[in-house]
């Protein structure tokens, strides 16, 4: 069977619109992914019973699979609800239903990057600013988080990297991301081999733009520090 250029070509325009989905939605959930994460990550480190839930969270979000908790999310609050979504956001409700469930999965995940990434810095630094009269907050906020940061570029950068190849299982709720576009264009022409090999290349071109980004800021920080 010969390899069909004019389709791969044909069909780079559908899979581009896909994978510009697939970017803005894990850019998105790992934005969100990061302000969750970094509040799981702060309650973890408290010793009140909000640490409970924060760990319970955590470990409940990286011990079950992403397609369940898209389920979850894509199925289980129309039922909670009636069995409707409102009429305003029903065209949108898989976007917004795979937002979410990335987004809390990203979040238990970023908690233990942040949580390590804290962790890491000299205890000293704390109690340096507590005896100059910084508040807990105030130390957290300006001295440990700021360091904090330059052990999490590289972990957060992988994450990024993971959860973009983990939003093909969005697919599975019929949003039309990368992975979703390819199914319909094999179901148009009956070619999967070369439409998955262009959305694999489509993924590797942006898994390795993104790993190169995150190489370029770590060194800055390491010149920085």
Same mark, same amino acid.
């Given at each position: 069977?010969?390899?069909?250029?004019? $389709?791969?070509?044909?069909?780079? @325009?559908?899979?581009?619109?896909?994978? /510009? $989905?697939?970017?803005?939605?894990?850019?998105?959930?790992?934005? *969100?992914?990061?302000? $969750?994460?970094? #509040?799981?990550?702060? &309650?973890?480190?408290?010793?009140? @019973?909000? =640490? +409970?839930?924060?760990?319970? +969270?955590?470990? *409940?979000? =990286?011990?079950? !699979?992403?397609?369940?908790?898209? *389920?979850?999310?894509?199925?289980?609050?129309?039922?909670?609800?009636?069995?409707?979504?409102? !009429?305003?956001?029903?065209?949108? /409700?898989?976007?917004?239903?795979?937002?979410?469930?990335?987004?809390?999965?990203?979040?238990? +995940?970023?908690?233990?990057?942040?949580?390590?990434?804290?962790?890491?810095? %000299?205890?000293?630094?704390?109690?340096?600013?507590?005896? #100059?009269?910084?508040?807990?907050? %105030?130390?957290? =906020?300006?001295?440990? &988080? !700021?360091?904090?940061?330059?052990?999490?570029?590289?972990?957060?950068?992988?994450?990024?990297?993971? #959860?973009?190849?983990?939003?093909? $299982?969005?697919?599975?709720?019929? &949003? %039309?991301?990368?992975?979703?576009?390819?199914?319909?264009?094999?179901?148009?022409? *009956? =070619? @999967?081999?070369?439409?998955?090999?262009?959305?694999?290349? #489509? +993924?590797?071109?942006?898994?390795?733009?993104?790993?190169?980004?995150?190489?370029?800021?770590?060194?800055?920080?390491?010149?920085? %520090?």
């Amino acid at each position: 069977m010969d390899f069909r250029w004019d $389709l791969v070509i044909s069909s780079v @325009p559908l899979l581009l619109q896909g994978a /510009w $989905l697939t970017i803005k939605l894990t850019t998105i959930a790992v934005f *969100f992914g990061i302000i $969750l994460g970094t #509040l799981a990550a702060l &309650l973890r480190l408290t010793k009140g @019973p909000f =640490r +409970y839930l924060a760990s319970i +969270y955590v470990d *409940f979000m =990286r011990g079950t !699979p992403l397609l369940v908790q898209i *389920f979850i999310i894509y199925y289980g609050i129309p039922s909670i609800t009636g069995g409707q979504i409102s !009429p305003s956001i029903v065209d949108i /409700w898989p976007f917004i239903a795979a937002v979410i469930a990335l987004s809390i999965n990203s979040g238990a +995940y970023v908690a233990e990057i942040v949580r390590a990434g804290i962790q890491a810095v %000299e205890k000293g630094q704390s109690e340096a600013a507590l005896s #100059l009269g910084l508040t807990p907050a %105030e130390t957290m =906020r300006h001295i440990i &988080l !700021p360091q904090a940061f330059r052990h999490i570029v590289p972990p957060l950068g992988n994450e990024f990297i993971a #959860l973009l190849k983990d939003s093909s $299982l969005v697919s599975a709720i019929a &949003l %039309e991301e990368l992975v979703r576009k390819g199914q319909i264009i094999v179901g148009r022409t *009956f =070619r @999967p081999f070369e439409v998955y090999f262009v959305v694999a290349i #489509l +993924y590797l071109i942006m898994t390795v733009t993104i790993s190169r980004i995150v190489s370029i800021l770590e060194r800055r920080l390491r010149v920085g %520090e």
